[in-house]
């Protein structure tokens, strides 16, 4: 079906910058919107920023001025390039595509498996 290639996660100090790619392939007709969500220890899944087919973007509150979320959509590409990083940045990144498959007439959210964000002195 979906799968994916996340990457960029790792370890930063606060006030630093990562930049986080996820390349979707597979028996993909066509992707709506990509996006991404967090996950920290303990807590529910958010969402960190969306981007849709036409380019419109949105952020959650909490990374709005810091992060922003691009696309390539000729490679089937998100990006999140994440600055001023904070401590409650720390979380699990998820890839998220809304995608119909070939031979499938309803679209349905894809997910990849996570990269590991840490911000920490």
């Known amino acids: 079906q979906v799968q994916f290639v996340e990457s960029g996660g790792g370890l930063v100090q606060p006030g630093g910058s990562l930049r986080l790619s996820c390349a979707a392939s597979g028996s993909i007709f066509g992707i709506s919107t990509m996006g991404w969500y967090r996950q920290a220890p303990g807590k529910q899944r958010e969402l960190v920023a969306t981007i849709t087919s036409i380019g419109s973007t949105n952020y959650a509150d909490s990374v709005k001025g810091r992060f922003t979320i691009s696309r390539d959509n000729a490679k089937s590409t998100v990006y999140l390039q994440m600055n001023s990083l904070k401590p409650e940045d720390t979380a699990v990144y998820y890839c998220?595509?809304?995608?119909?498959?070939?031979?499938?007439?309803?679209?349905?959210?894809?997910w990849g498996q996570g990269t590991q964000v840490t911000v920490s002195s």
């Open positions: 998220n595509v809304r995608a119909i498959l070939f031979g499938v007439r309803i679209p349905s959210d894809y």
